[in-house]
């Protein structure tokens, strides 16, 4: 991309040299000219073939740029200097392109169209159908195409969504079911990586992804099918439909009729922490995949399959063929346990709790297992959740603070703190960093210099660091005010005569020092000693909250 970045960093002398006004996004300017070249196969910045912008803005960047609206606002106001350099500088047939098709997509950046292009799967829907009506009487085919019938439609167009699959209510009637136990984000995505149907549709979609172009209409042409099985584990022809079919409706790939383009949920599995999430993704199209008058069966045994259990015949009780395809794709994505009457924990966690919207970060009890260095920000983050709230169930997952390899830990909580969006969760992963001592101050030192140097500042024994602005200062003073006030809703739970024995969970940081050796002792707390807490939390949070109406007033 040398000739891009040339190219990128020649346009600031040549606004000097002309002495334009404009203030283009120069790196909106990258990103198209990038993911032109990555798809179209068109490196040269002054060469603009007949409809290559309208086809990379229009056809490419909604699916692998971030098309919202002010990268929209920015591009309409950076595409003219691209016109302006080319006409200055490049051949007379890309200056005479530029002209037309600057002109022609500043309406659709700027309007109603923009919009509709944030909506990736449903303009790749689209982009399909403005394929196909190239050379033909538009408004006659689209016409034709709305009368045909929504198999018929699929067959021609497809894959098509029937529509989202709706939750909500409380499936099991009021009915108390068991509460649940956690695994880590990348233990529960190494279980999810296994499943049959889900390494079928990854291989597929990466193997996709790669090729120049794609055979398709509904499904795969015969030739793109065959150069699969060539190319993939995939033992049939069905088996790659299948998992084409499963690949563009989870968004693992778009599809848009010229090309196969990386989706999100495909770009999210490179990351074990964040499979679970597009696993679900996987499940959704499968379950959204079936007709909706028969839909509530199949979501009613992904329930029943948690609590109580499957019965013996299930799968010969079922009603239709298309819930039974759908309750057999669901077993080879791995929803059901090896006895196939019980969900798996992954069926738990990456789906059924997230269905019933009772998936807060350690709400439930959490098997963390052993401190592993190769655990991810993901992995880490739900410690923490869970820890805060005392429902790591393990002593394995109790013990991290006494077994890790405090620099390789210490790395991990940083990632944490700059990862997070989370005040609370911030201010916690650097209590627990505090905790790892003066040996990790050269990871400490990671947070130099960035929004977090507030934290940098407050680290305990070290070299005296750069003051602080007062953005960093008061991010650090905010997070420790959210931070306090999570620590008194925790107090608030706890009742005199309550005992509390950590046993091995040495997990105590948030706590204060006295309150950290008093439950380690056995014997219920008292109504004083829960006084004393309360009364420190109240004082401790008085204090920071007049800190930063202070700072934020100068």
Known sequence: MDQIDAFVNRIPDWLDETGALAEPDLDVLRELLE???????????????????????????PFVLRFDASWRAAAAVTLPVLRDVVVFEGDRESAEVLRREVKSLHPVLTGGAGERMQDAFGWSTVRRLHHLTTGTDVD???????ELSWEEADRLAGPLRRGEVSLGGDPYGGVTIPSPRLVLPSVAGAAAQQAPLVSAAVELALWLVAQPSVGASGVL????????LSATTLGDAAAVQEAWRIAVLSELVYWTGAHVLRGPRLTAWADPGSRPASWDHLVRAVVGDVPASDRDEVMAAVYAAYHPGLPA???ESLSSEPVRIAVDRLRRLGMFDDSGTKLSPLGVQGVLLPWLRIDRPGRWPLVAGPWRPEMTTADVRAWIAASMRRMVADAEGQSWMRTAEPVAFAHQLVDVLVASDDPVERATAFILLTQLGS??????????????HGYRTMW????????????QLLLFLRDQLAWQDALS??????????????????????WPDWFRERIGRPGPL????????????????????????QISAE
């Open 489 to 510: 809703a925790e107090a608030a739970e706890l009742r005199p005569g309550v005992q509390i024995d950590l046993g091995r969970f040495d997990f105590g940081g948030p």
């Open 35 to 61: 993911c032109r070249a990555a798809v179209l196969g068109h490196t040269d910045p002054l060469s603009w073939p007949e409809g290559s912008l309208v086809e990379t803005v229009m056809g490419i960047a």
């Open 140 to 146: 006659a085919w689209l016409a034709r195409y709305k």
């Open 439 to 452: 040996q990790v101050t050269p990871v400490a030192d990671r947070l130099a210099g960035t929004r977090l």
């Open 221 to 228: 042409d015969d030739d793109t099918v065959a150069q699969a």
């Open 313 to 315: 015949g299930f799968d």
């Open 526 to 549: 008292t109504e004083a000693e829960l006084a004393v807490l309360r009364e420190t939390l109240a004082t401790d949070r008085a204090e920071l909250a007049a800190a930063v109406a």
């Open 460 to 471: 305990p024994g070290a070299a005296p660091a750069a003051e602080p602005d007062q953005a």
